[in-house]
């Protein structure tokens, strides 16, 4: 199997047309100006020593010798082996709270952000684990499905704000069923749920959700995002809080941790609780109970190792670029003297 470790390179070898191009008018260039000279036969015998043709030959040699140059600059390859790569690891299903409260700013720089840097380094410790990121407010939804592919995790996690959801409230017993939906059980992988949630304006039955989980042996996490003083809600405009969410009396809105049902959920859930600060996200808690997990092997895939073969084309450049220089621009008089052909 062939490849370029370096295939932008080959972009290169779009200047051969242009060089070509630039080369015939040149040539055409300077037959006008010898035939100004006067009659061509004329001309040629007054520079006996110039040979035309050797200059075409000279071009072509340089022509080859610079698509040789490209090549090897993008490192032909040839794949030489096939090996089996046998991935042992859990599945992680992230469960994010986005609603309007997740904005309050008793964590900094708000509940939302804090969160979202908390999964990222957890993201960045991932080995072979699976992840996958639900979304939820009044409604959920899948963010992510399940991958190993980090950086596309990372991607889709900086594009997380409170807009992505168009309906407001807590549905974490939704979230969790959707999580649910999107493990694939015939693998055999050990299963988890990360939830990220400040617990307010709880709408639907999550305790029983994450008891449903659990009996299919999904551990349920929870990490309460907020502080029991709580904060003030902001509301955004142009990407600035210009004030913030009150009730019908007009009073400011404080929205406050409910731990007493992130507690409930993570011990129905068959998983710990751990309150998130400023200094301390609480996932290396819920991580070293991820890390206890059974690793099952859940993907085997072929992977090629291939040597290097730009040494050839850069050897034939190199060579071709020796033959050019020493062919010579003049002709050879004694050897044009010679007329094997001619009758006596």
């Known amino acids: 199997m062939l490849r370029f470790e370096h295939i932008e390179f080959l972009w290169g070898l779009a200047l051969i047309p242009l060089m070509v191009v630039v080369f015939f008018m040149l040539r055409r260039w300077k037959k006008k100006a010898l035939a100004n000279l006067g009659n061509a036969y004329t001309v040629k015998k007054m520079m006996p020593e110039v040979s035309f043709g050797r200059q075409g030959l000279k071009f072509v040699f340089f022509v080859l010798a610079?698509?040789?140059?490209?090549?090897?600059?993008?490192?032909?390859?040839?794949?030489?082996?096939?090996?089996?790569?046998k991935r042992s690891g859990s599945d992680l299903m992230i469960l994010l709270d986005v609603s309007n409260s997740m904005?309050?700013?008793?964590?900094?720089?708000?509940?939302?952000?804090?969160?979202?840097?908390?999964?990222?380094?957890?993201i960045d410790n991932l080995h072979n684990d699976r992840i996958g990121i639900i979304i939820f407010?009044?409604?959920a939804y899948v963010q992510l499905p399940i991958t190993t592919d980090y950086s596309a995790a990372k991607l889709f996690l900086n594009n997380i704000t409170t807009d992505?959801?168009?309906?407001?409230?807590?549905?974490?017993?939704?979230a969790i069923d959707m999580g649910?939906?999107?493990?694939n059980f015939v693998n055999g992988t050990s299963k988890a749920m990360i939830l990220m949630t400040d617990g307010e304006n709880h709408e639907d039955d999550a305790v029983s959700a994450a008891k449903r989980a659990s009996a299919k042996d999904v551990a349920i996490h929870v990490i309460g995002v907020g502080?029991?003083?709580?904060?003030?809600?902001?509301?955004?405009?142009?990407?600035?809080?210009?004030?913030?969410?009150?009730?019908?009396?007009g009073k400011t809105v404080?929205?406050?941790?409910?731990?007493?049902?992130?507690?409930?959920?993570?011990?129905?859930?068959?998983?710990?609780?751990?309150?998130?600060?400023?200094a301390n996200s609480g996932l290396n808690i819920v991580m070293d109970q991820v890390n206890k997990m059974q690793k099952k092997t859940y993907d085997s895939k072929a992977f090629k190792n291939y040597e290097d073969r730009f040494q050839f084309?850069?050897?034939?450049?190199?060579?071709?670029l020796l033959l050019e220089f020493f062919i010579s621009n003049r002709k050879n008089l004694k050897l044009s003297e010679l007329n094997l052909f001619e009758v006596r």
């Open 103 to 122: 904005l309050a700013g008793d964590l900094a720089p708000n509940r939302l952000e804090n969160a979202k840097r908390a999964i990222s380094q957890l």
């Open 313 to 320: 084309f850069l050897g034939l450049s190199l060579l071709l």
């Open 66 to 85: 610079y698509a040789a140059l490209v090549l090897g600059a993008a490192n032909p390859q040839i794949g030489t082996k096939i090996e089996e790569a």
């Open 180 to 183: 649910m939906k999107s493990f």
């Open 227 to 249: 502080s029991e003083e709580g904060a003030p809600v902001p509301i955004y405009k142009n990407g600035k809080p210009v004030s913030f969410h009150t009730d019908e009396a």
């Open 254 to 278: 404080v929205s406050k941790l409910n731990e007493q049902m992130c507690k409930e959920i993570s011990e129905a859930g068959d998983g710990v609780y751990v309150r998130a600060s400023n």
């Open 164 to 174: 992505i959801v168009p309906t407001q409230g807590t549905a974490i017993g939704a």
């Open 137 to 139: 407010a009044g409604e």
